[in-house]
Antibody, heavy 119, light 108 residues
Framework: EVQLVESGGGLVKPGGSLRLSCAAS????????MNWVRQAPGKGLEWVSSISSSSSYIYYADSVKGRFTISRDNAKNSLYLQMNSLRAEDTAVYYC????????????WGQGTMVTVSS | SYELTQPPSVSVSPGQTARITCSGDALPKQYAYWYQQKPGQAPVLVIY???ERPSGIPERFSGSSSGTTVTLTISGVQAEDEADYYCQSADSSGTLWVFGGGTKLTVL
């Protein structure tokens, strides 16, 4: 079964850091681009970052550029999001999603992990 | 920054046709994608590359494109189609993704 499972969410103080992970299974992880999308409580979807299959191409939304770092380990079938200098407005459910090419549909999504930034 | 504009809500009776639009300046050059999201669940892809339907998605879901507007059409709406729907596309450079603000479909 094709599956993405996020982990690493939790409660963190403003200015703090958190590292999210996304474990992939059921497909050839190294052949796909991967993405992070977040959703603040009661709000819409917001694209956060994307990384190509070999990590050659990495892009960020302006709202997280310079604070978040996306990475992947194809040997471990895992995607990561290092989040630094967290702000209250980063509070959201964070989803990982795969896409066949960089500019392609997000065809498989994880169930999401909640990040709460609060003092 | 690039934006995609959707109506906040659409309401239809069961069996009728629902149309949800999404407007953006780069849509003539970039494909659009549509996602369905039910409460407490992750989004599900329902249309890709403007009008293609993934396997497992009912035929009543279709997509079309005209100029700077793309449209998700749900024919013969069923109660189970009640959900939030989001369009997605890339900016003109093809490097940054954008989601529309979402449309809540209510089945009366």
């Amino acid at each position: 079964e094709v599956q993405l499972v996020e982990s690493g969410g939790g409660l963190v103080k403003p200015g703090g850091s958190l590292r999210l992970s996304c474990a992939a299974s059921g497909f050839t992880f190294s052949s796909y681009s991967m993405n992070w999308v977040r959703q603040a409580p009661g709000k819409g979807l917001e694209w956060v970052s994307s990384i190509s299959s070999s990590s050659s191409y990495i892009y960020y939304a302006d709202s997280v550029k310079g604070r978040f770092t996306i990475s992947r380990d194809n040997a471990k079938n895992s995607l990561y999001l290092q989040m630094n200098s967290l702000r209250a407005e980063d509070t959201a459910v964070y989803y990982c999603a795969r896409s066949e090419g960089y500019v392609d549909a997000f065809d498989i999504w994880g169930q999401g992990t909640m990040v709460t930034v609060s003092s | 920054s690039y934006e995609l504009t959707q109506p906040p809500s659409v309401s239809v009776s069961p069996g009728q046709t629902a149309r949800i639009t999404c407007s953006g300046d780069a849509l003539p050059k970039q494909y659009a994608y549509w996602y369905q999201q039910k409460p407490g669940q992750a989004p599900v892809l329902v249309i890709y590359k403007d009008s293609e339907r993934p396997s497992g998605i009912p035929e009543r879901f279709s997509g079309s494109s005209s100029g700077t507007t793309v449209t998700l059409t749900i024919s013969g709406v069923q109660a189970e189609d009640e959900a939030d729907y989001y369009c997605q596309s890339a900016d003109s450079s093809g490097t940054l993704w954008v989601f529309g603000g979402g449309t809540k479909l209510t089945v009366l």
